[in-house]
């Protein structure tokens, strides 16, 4: 099992343009999950997922937006990047209480 | 204030215990967790304690929880250098579905 997966590992964006990022999870979990994290802050919920089909807000969603298509999949989307949203972005997913988490995409924007 | 607050440093000797306090004010946490970032890595959970236990013990590591004061720690018997990473406090909203709130999490240092 590969656990939960993001791609990409690092994108540099500038200002502007837009970009998705992608979770996968091979643990037939329902819930999936985005977070931020930014430096000397612990993660911060964007969005997420309580099924297929399904998306709902977390913490901090403004400038985000999200998709559940397919059970196993969860993307996050930027469509006009601002240099506010440079951070690292992580994906989790669970069962019931426990959340696993990917490994993070180091997004930057210019 | 903070919803989950931990001190941001801690340094122990290796060998010594380590001990990481976080105090939390939301009353209706289900289960509160203790997860582990290495540098550029993911976070990795270590351990958590359902909201009616008062202390959990695994191995070198062992939760207590006091409900009343709303104050977890997490402590590390015989750190090593291991250890060396950030421990993050969190805590579900009792919901189960709907996410976790993390504190801004403690640095371990090991001190040789």
């Known amino acids: 099992n590969a656990g939960v997966t993001q791609t990409p590992k690092f994108r540099v964006l500038k200002t502007g343009q837009s970009m998705t990022l992608l979770c996968a999870q091979d643990?037939?979990?329902?819930?999936m999950y985005w977070y931020r994290q930014d430096p000397g802050m612990g993660l911060r919920l964007i969005h997420y997922?309580?099924?297929?089909?399904?998306?709902a807000k977390g913490e901090v969603p403004d400038g985000y937006n999200v998709s559940r298509l397919k059970k196993q999949n969860f993307l996050l989307g930027l469509e006009s990047a601002a240099p506010s949203q440079t951070s690292v972005y992580f994906c989790?997913?669970?069962?019931?209480?426990?959340?696993?988490f990917g490994p993070g995409t180091r997004l930057t924007v210019l | 204030g903070e919803d989950v607050e931990q001190s941001l440093f801690l340094s122990v000797r290796e060998g010594d215990s380590s001990v990481i306090n976080c105090t939390y004010t939301?009353?209706?946490?289900?289960?509160l967790y203790w997860y582990k970032q290495e540098p550029g890595a993911g976070l990795q959970l270590l351990t958590y304690?359902?909201?009616?236990?008062d202390m959990k013990q695994d191995q070198r590591l062992t939760v207590l929880l006091n409900k009343k004061d709303k104050h977890l720690s997490l402590r590390i018997a015989d750190t090593q250098t291991g250890d060396s990473a950030i421990y993050f406090c969190?805590?579900?909203?009792?919901?189960?579905?709907?996410?976790?709130?993390f504190g801004k999490g403690t640095h371990l240092i090991i001190q040789p």
């Open positions: 989790a997913s669970s069962y019931y209480n426990e959340q696993f």
């Open positions: 643990m037939n979990h329902e819930y």
């Open positions: 997922s309580v099924g297929e089909g399904t998306t």
């Open positions: 939301d009353s209706s946490s289900t289960y």
């Open positions: 304690i359902f909201s009616n236990m």
């Open positions: 969190a805590h579900d909203s009792g919901g189960g579905a709907d996410g976790l709130t």
